[in-house]
Protein backbone atom coordinates (compact mmCIF):
# COMPACT_ATOMS: atom_id res chain seq x y z
CA UNK A 1 0.00 0.00 0.00
CA UNK A 2 2.52 2.57 0.87
CA UNK A 3 4.13 1.31 -2.31
CA UNK A 4 1.44 2.38 -4.17
CA UNK A 5 0.66 5.79 -2.85
CA UNK A 6 4.80 6.67 -3.36
CA UNK A 7 4.13 5.23 -6.80
CA UNK A 8 0.98 7.77 -7.43
CA UNK A 9 2.62 10.59 -5.61
CA UNK A 10 5.64 10.05 -7.98
CA UNK A 11 3.88 10.45 -10.85
CA UNK A 12 1.52 13.40 -9.82
CA UNK A 13 4.79 15.33 -9.45
CA UNK A 14 5.61 15.71 -12.64
CA UNK A 15 2.09 15.85 -14.25
CA UNK A 16 1.59 18.92 -11.80
CA UNK A 17 4.90 20.43 -13.22
CA UNK A 18 3.99 19.93 -16.79
CA UNK A 19 0.68 21.58 -16.67
CA UNK A 20 2.60 24.51 -14.22
CA UNK A 21 4.63 24.65 -17.13
CA UNK A 22 1.87 24.72 -19.61
CA UNK A 23 -0.14 27.49 -18.09
CA UNK A 24 3.39 29.25 -17.64
CA UNK A 25 3.97 29.32 -21.38
CA UNK A 26 0.34 29.96 -22.32
CA UNK A 27 0.02 32.73 -20.70
CA UNK A 28 3.31 34.17 -21.63
CA UNK A 29 2.70 34.14 -25.33
CA UNK A 30 -0.76 36.16 -24.83
CA UNK A 31 1.29 38.54 -22.81
CA UNK A 32 3.79 38.60 -25.66
CA UNK A 33 1.08 39.41 -28.22
CA UNK A 34 -0.46 41.95 -25.90
CA UNK A 35 3.20 43.57 -25.94
CA UNK A 36 3.28 43.50 -29.46
CA UNK A 37 0.26 45.38 -29.75
CA UNK A 38 0.92 47.94 -27.86
CA UNK A 39 4.06 48.31 -29.45
CA UNK A 40 5.79 47.73 -25.45
CA UNK A 41 9.43 46.70 -26.74
CA UNK A 42 10.59 46.38 -23.06
CA UNK A 43 8.25 43.80 -22.56
CA UNK A 44 9.09 42.30 -25.88
CA UNK A 45 13.28 42.60 -24.90
CA UNK A 46 12.37 40.43 -21.81
CA UNK A 47 10.46 37.79 -23.11
CA UNK A 48 12.47 37.04 -26.46
CA UNK A 49 15.46 35.08 -26.42
CA UNK A 50 18.78 36.86 -27.34
CA UNK A 51 19.03 34.81 -30.27
CA UNK A 52 15.23 34.76 -31.50
CA UNK A 53 14.29 34.47 -34.90
CA UNK A 54 11.11 34.62 -37.31
CA UNK A 55 10.61 32.57 -40.46
CA UNK A 56 7.38 33.70 -41.99
CA UNK A 57 5.40 31.61 -44.87
CA UNK A 58 6.98 33.24 -47.72
CA UNK A 59 10.26 32.25 -46.42
CA UNK A 60 11.55 35.82 -44.97
CA UNK A 61 13.60 35.49 -41.93
CA UNK A 62 13.11 38.41 -39.28
CA UNK A 63 15.90 38.54 -36.35
CA UNK A 64 15.19 39.77 -32.87
CA UNK A 65 16.24 43.38 -33.29
CA UNK A 66 14.51 43.46 -36.80
CA UNK A 67 11.25 42.61 -34.99
CA UNK A 68 11.34 44.64 -32.65
CA UNK A 69 12.53 48.11 -34.76
CA UNK A 70 9.50 46.81 -36.68
CA UNK A 71 7.03 46.73 -34.23
CA UNK A 72 7.76 50.32 -33.26
CA UNK A 73 6.78 51.51 -36.90
CA UNK A 74 3.37 49.75 -36.86
CA UNK A 75 0.13 50.19 -34.97
CA UNK A 76 -1.61 47.82 -34.22
CA UNK A 77 -5.59 47.72 -33.47
CA UNK A 78 -5.86 43.81 -33.04
CA UNK A 79 -3.08 41.65 -32.44
CA UNK A 80 -4.99 38.70 -30.16
CA UNK A 81 -4.62 34.69 -30.13
CA UNK A 82 -8.24 33.43 -31.12
CA UNK A 83 -10.20 32.01 -28.59
CA UNK A 84 -9.61 28.36 -28.21
CA UNK A 85 -7.26 27.79 -30.68
CA UNK A 86 -4.19 27.60 -28.57
CA UNK A 87 -2.17 24.34 -27.82
CA UNK A 88 0.67 24.33 -25.83
CA UNK A 89 3.02 21.21 -25.99
CA UNK A 90 5.87 20.98 -23.36
CA UNK A 91 9.05 18.61 -23.79
CA UNK A 92 11.24 19.40 -20.66
CA UNK A 93 12.99 22.48 -21.48
CA UNK A 94 11.14 23.89 -24.26
CA UNK A 95 7.58 24.36 -25.19
CA UNK A 96 5.95 24.82 -28.61
CA UNK A 97 2.59 26.78 -29.10
CA UNK A 98 0.31 26.58 -31.36
CA UNK A 99 -2.51 29.10 -32.39
CA UNK A 100 -4.46 30.91 -34.64
CA UNK A 101 -3.89 35.24 -34.12
CA UNK A 102 -6.18 37.71 -36.18
CA UNK A 103 -3.69 40.73 -36.71
CA UNK A 104 -5.17 44.05 -38.16
CA UNK A 105 -3.61 47.35 -38.18
CA UNK A 106 -1.60 49.99 -40.02
CA UNK A 107 2.05 49.77 -41.41
CA UNK A 108 4.95 52.68 -41.19
CA UNK A 109 4.68 53.36 -44.55
CA UNK A 110 0.66 53.08 -44.22
CA UNK A 111 -1.09 50.23 -45.58
CA UNK A 112 -2.89 48.55 -43.39
CA UNK A 113 -3.79 45.02 -42.95
CA UNK A 114 -5.83 42.83 -41.87
CA UNK A 115 -5.68 39.02 -41.75
CA UNK A 116 -5.80 36.13 -39.38
CA UNK A 117 -2.74 33.35 -39.24
CA UNK A 118 -1.80 30.13 -37.72
CA UNK A 119 2.16 30.27 -36.07
CA UNK A 120 4.19 27.86 -34.21
CA UNK A 121 6.08 30.02 -31.04
CA UNK A 122 8.86 27.84 -29.70
CA UNK A 123 10.06 28.91 -25.86
CA UNK A 124 12.89 27.03 -23.64
CA UNK A 125 13.67 27.19 -20.21
CA UNK A 126 16.68 29.43 -19.20
CA UNK A 127 18.20 30.24 -15.50
CA UNK A 128 16.10 33.61 -16.02
CA UNK A 129 12.99 31.66 -17.03
CA UNK A 130 11.11 31.12 -20.16
CA UNK A 131 11.99 32.91 -23.34
CA UNK A 132 10.64 32.98 -26.45
CA UNK A 133 13.11 31.91 -29.36
CA UNK A 134 11.73 30.96 -32.79
CA UNK A 135 8.01 31.63 -34.24
CA UNK A 136 7.24 30.34 -37.41
CA UNK A 137 4.13 31.70 -39.65
CA UNK A 138 1.96 30.48 -41.82
CA UNK A 139 0.75 32.32 -45.13
CA UNK A 140 -2.46 34.55 -44.88
CA UNK A 141 -5.37 31.76 -45.26
CA UNK A 142 -7.12 32.66 -48.54
Do not use: C, N
Not at 19 to 29: E, F, I, P
Amino acid sequence: MVLGIAAAAALTAPQAALADDRATVAALDVAYQEAVKRSDTEAMDKILHKDFYQVWGDGQIMTRDELITRVKGVKYEVQDEDPGTQLVHVFGDTAIVTARIWVKGVRADGTSFDRRVWFSDTYVRTPEGWRYVFAQVALPAR
